[in-house]
């Protein structure tokens, strides 16, 4: 009886355990992107996304996408270059992080509005971090606002991060 139980649990364990979906390990030189949309006050996409410099990615949505779990995507050598670059001008020292939020750096602040987490990571290096409150309505954020709401279109994901309206009854 001892022997089931504890096959049992192992079983369990395991299932838990492949729940987690992971990226392969990149061939291609280059940074794992890792970019996460955290929720607001209202209905704003909360989702993170990975992209490796092979082309593979990966979705994790949390609310408000039209993808219902974890999903696989790929991008072009193009699209990753842009994505890529587009970030790197935002992009911390390396191994630090960087915090742009009310009271520490951003003078004018709208409340309720979602925060992003960007991370590069390369081999075994510790990662570079950038978190963006993105109620900071500096202007001096303003391309930093502009570059984070152009993600979805420069990853051609848009449809997945759409939330799907629930119909109403009789339509």
Same mark, same amino acid.
């Given at each position: 009886?001892?022997?089931? &139980?504890?096959l049992? $649990?192992v079983? #369990? %364990?395991?299932?838990?355990?492949?729940?987690?979906?992971? #990226?392969?390990?990149?061939?291609?030189?280059?940074d794992?992107?890792?970019?996460? $949309?955290?929720? =607001?006050?209202g209905? =704003? !996409?909360?989702y993170? /996304?990975?992209?490796?410099?092979?082309?593979?990615?990966? @979705?994790?949505?949390?609310?408000?996408?039209?993808?219902?779990g974890?999903?696989r995507?790929?991008v072009?050598? +193009?699209?990753?270059?842009?994505?890529?670059?587009? %970030?790197?001008?935002? *992009? !911390?020292?390396?191994?630090?992080?960087?915090? @742009?939020t009310?009271?520490?750096? =951003?003078?004018?602040f709208?409340?309720? &509005?979602?925060?992003?987490?960007?991370?590069?990571?390369?081999?075994?290096?510790a990662?570079?971090? #950038?978190?963006?409150?993105?109620? =900071?309505?500096? $202007?001096?954020?303003?391309?930093? *606002? +502009? &570059?984070?709401?152009?993600?979805?279109?420069?990853?051609? /994901?848009?449809? &997945?991060?759409?939330?799907?309206? !629930?119909?109403?009854?009789?339509t």
């Amino acid at each position: 009886m001892r022997t089931i &139980m504890s096959l049992a $649990a192992v079983a #369990l %364990l395991a299932g838990c355990a492949m729940d987690r979906a992971e #990226l392969e390990k990149p061939v291609r030189a280059g940074d794992t992107i890792r970019f996460s $949309a955290g929720p =607001c006050f209202g209905a =704003c !996409p909360s989702y993170t /996304l990975r992209v490796t410099p092979d082309g593979s990615g990966l @979705i994790e949505p949390e609310r408000f996408t039209a993808v219902p779990g974890p999903t696989r995507f790929t991008v072009t050598p +193009a699209q990753y270059r842009r994505f890529h670059s587009a %970030l790197s001008a935002y *992009r !911390p020292a390396p191994g630090t992080t960087r915090r @742009i939020t009310h009271g520490e750096n =951003c003078d004018r602040f709208a409340t309720d &509005m979602p925060g992003y987490v960007i991370e590069w990571t390369h081999g075994e290096g510790a990662p570079t971090r #950038l978190e963006y409150q993105s109620g =900071c309505m500096d $202007a001096r954020y303003g391309r930093l *606002r +502009a &570059m984070i709401a152009s993600v979805p279109r420069l990853l051609g /994901l848009e449809a &997945m991060l759409k939330p799907t309206l !629930p119909r109403k009854a009789g339509t």
